[in-house]
């Protein structure tokens, strides 16, 4: 799922939180918020299409402390 979501490393990061050693397993509201806005992006994900070669692309970045991500759009 992550190749089709803009921010997919960002927004899951707190799913990948839920469990540690120290506090074993801890699901609270950053979780379900992160879960929702993940369950959202899947069901309303653009549609994909193979490339038009005769079109120019364009790379789109992005970064934080946590992750960082990058998409190939045209068009």
């Known amino acids: 799922m992550w190749k089709f979501i803009l921010g997919f490393s960002a927004i ?3 799913l990948h939180t839920v469990a540690t050693k120290s506090k074993g ?3 609270g509201k950053e979780q379900d918020k992160s ?3 993940l369950k959202y992006k899947i069901s309303h994900a653009p549609v994909l ?3 038009n070669l005769q079109q120019p692309f364009e790379v789109e970045t992005n ?3 946590y992750a ?3 998409v190939l759009l045209q068009g």
């Open 35 to 37: 879960f929702e806005l």
């Open 25 to 27: 397993f801890d699901w």
């Open 68 to 70: 960082m991500g990058a």
């Open 49 to 51: 299409s193979l490339p």
């Open 12 to 14: 899951a990061t707190p």
């Open 63 to 65: 970064a934080s402390d």
